[in-house]
């Protein structure tokens, strides 16, 4: 339990990232914001779920941060663009958060993932987190769309086992209309992990006719191969499970009518990855 700023109890862990939750930081003062994006003494969190089998190798704890400056219109947490909706969480009582369970992830053979949101908006908060969480033996992972990559330092990239980098589509004018931003600093952020032969897992959200382009698979496919560190592409079907919280927030949703993908369609994605020589999920 975390008793927040304006004296309510605030409880951070969830049973889902599912659950909506808004305006945890609403008496935060902007200076205070400001302070710990700065310092990254406090962070702002939507929760922690554990259990996770999707988000890293074993079982593992997953922090989900606020704040996300993309606008992908599939986001399945659309409550996570807004920082204000985290609650703010020191540093120090994520790391005892962690603690409690670093003996289990690691018979679990699992770890600590940081996703939300987009982790890297909240960089110095990221830094401090994954590097305690490493120093005590727990294997680190962070989902990122990539395009922050740039405010990790070299030692930093050291803190963080895996990278979980999503890219969402292929060629820029694709990208800016799926997420409201340019692709070219994912790629950069790719190349760099590659170049220090950080392990990545490519995660891909397959979305029928809005990023099943065979020709779109198949340049992506041909990257991440070119990379060398890639260990595995996740294709992750779409669903509709977080259609609930645009409409609770009153954001256009313009995928109301989009089903999952078939079975023939998931087995077309992977094949395309795996062709080449891509382990592909
Ligand atoms: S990058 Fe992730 S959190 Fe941000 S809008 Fe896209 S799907 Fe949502």
């Given at each position: 339990?975390?008793?927040?700023?304006?004296?309510?109890?605030?409880?951070?862990?969830?049973?889902?990232?599912?659950?909506?939750?808004?305006?945890?930081?609403?008496?935060?003062?902007?200076?205070?914001?400001?302070?710990?994006?700065?310092?990254?003494?406090?962070?702002?969190?939507?929760?922690?779920?554990?259990?996770?089998?999707?988000?890293?190798?074993?079982?593992?704890?997953?922090?989900?941060?606020?704040?996300?400056?993309?606008?992908?219109?599939?986001?399945?947490?659309?409550?996570?663009?807004?920082?204000?909706?985290?609650?703010?969480?020191?540093?120090?009582?994520?790391?005892?958060?962690?603690?409690?369970y670093r003996h289990g992830l690691k018979i679990m053979s699992g770890g600590f993932t940081l996703r939300g949101g987009e982790p890297l908006m909240q960089d110095r908060f990221a830094a401090k987190l994954l590097t305690a969480a490493q120093a005590m033996g727990i294997h680190t992972a962070v989902e990122t769309n990539g395009s922050l990559g740039d405010r990790l330092s070299d030692e930093e990239l050291e803190k963080i086992d895996l990278v979980l980098l999503g890219i969402k589509t292929w060629g820029s004018e694709k990208h800016t209309r799926l997420t409201g931003q340019d692709i070219g600093p994912t790629l950069d952020f790719a190349r760099r992990l590659a170049a220090r032969k950080r392990p990545v897992w490519i995660r891909f959200v397959l979305v029928p006719g809005l990023t099943d382009d065979p020709q779109d698979l198949k340049e992506i496919a041909r990257f991440a191969a070119g990379l060398g560190n890639v260990e595995r592409v996740e294709v992750l079907p779409f669903h509709q499970l977080g259609r609930y919280k645009w409409e609770r927030l009153e954001i256009k949703y313009e995928l109301e009518a989009v089903a999952a993908p078939s079975k023939e369609l998931f087995d077309q994605a992977c094949g395309i990855f795996r062709t080449e020589g891509l382990k592909a999920f």
């Open positions: 339990m975390i008793v927040g700023p304006n004296g309510t109890t605030l409880t951070l862990d969830s049973k889902s990232p599912f659950d909506l939750r808004l305006d945890q930081s609403r008496e935060v003062t902007e200076s205070a914001v400001k302070k710990a994006l700065r310092t990254g003494d406090m962070g702002f969190l939507h929760s922690f779920t554990t259990g996770s089998t999707v988000d890293g190798p074993g079982i593992r704890v997953v922090g989900w941060t606020a704040g996300c400056h993309w606008r992908c219109l599939y986001c399945h947490n659309p409550d996570t663009w807004s920082m204000i909706n985290g609650m703010p969480v020191t540093v120090e009582r994520a790391v005892e958060h962690l603690r409690q």
